[in-house]
């Protein structure tokens, strides 16, 4: 099993990937005075969020680190805007930093199962995912539709505003199965 670089050890000196709570199960240990617990997830998380500055401007060639107890991955968005990066299995959060040209964005990052893309509130995460602002409410709200829209517009699709099959296909598509 990797170690990734987790300085962290459990109470009989193991490092995280070899203590035997970490095989089974996942571990905890405080950092900064907060108890953190990381559950073991089967295979590393796959990032892929679309940055854009306030004005609606792509990050576009920007580098970018993501940071939970040390860098866990850095590189450069693509020409579109997007940080494509693996971060290690388990990781409960992380920051991701990306120097904009005209100052450095910073987005917390919380690792959580998503809901399922039938789902209002799944569909909200997804359209978040993928850089078109919504809250995450779970309701059917004009700014849900607004960014179903602008999803719609940017990916060819008839501008309904409503979550329809041909939009959960493209959003399935963009984001990968899940």
């Known amino acids: 099993m990797a170690d990734y670089g987790m ?4 109470k009989a000196g193991n490092t995280l990937a070899e203590a035997k709570e970490w095989a089974e199960k996942g571990f905890k240990f405080k950092l900064d005075g907060i108890d953190v617990k990381v559950a073991r997830t089967p295979g590393p998380i796959q990032l892929h969020i679309l940055m854009k500055d306030e004005e609606g401007n792509l990050h576009a060639g ?3 680190e993501v940071r939970y107890a040390g860098v866990l991955a850095k590189g450069v968005t693509t020409k579109d805007g997007y940080v494509d990066a693996e971060i290690p299995p388990g990781t409960p959060e992380a920051d991701l930093v990306v120097e904009g040209e005209h100052g450095v964005e910073t987005v917390k990052l919380v690792f959580e199962k998503p809901e399922p893309l039938d789902t209002i509130q799944g569909l909200q995460q997804a359209l978040l995912m993928l850089g078109y602002f919504c809250d995450d409410t779970g ?3 004009d ?3 607004n960014a179903i829209k602008e999803l719609q517009a940017h990916e060819g699709l008839t501008e309904t ?3 329809d099959d041909a939009l959960r296909k493209k959003m399935k598509e963009l ?3 899940r």
């Open 7 to 10: 300085r962290a050890r459990d």
């Open 143 to 145: 700014e849900t539709k």
């Open 161 to 163: 505003g409503e979550p």
């Open 62 to 64: 920007r580098p970018f």
């Open 139 to 141: 309701k059917l709200d």
């Open 175 to 177: 984001l990968g199965a």
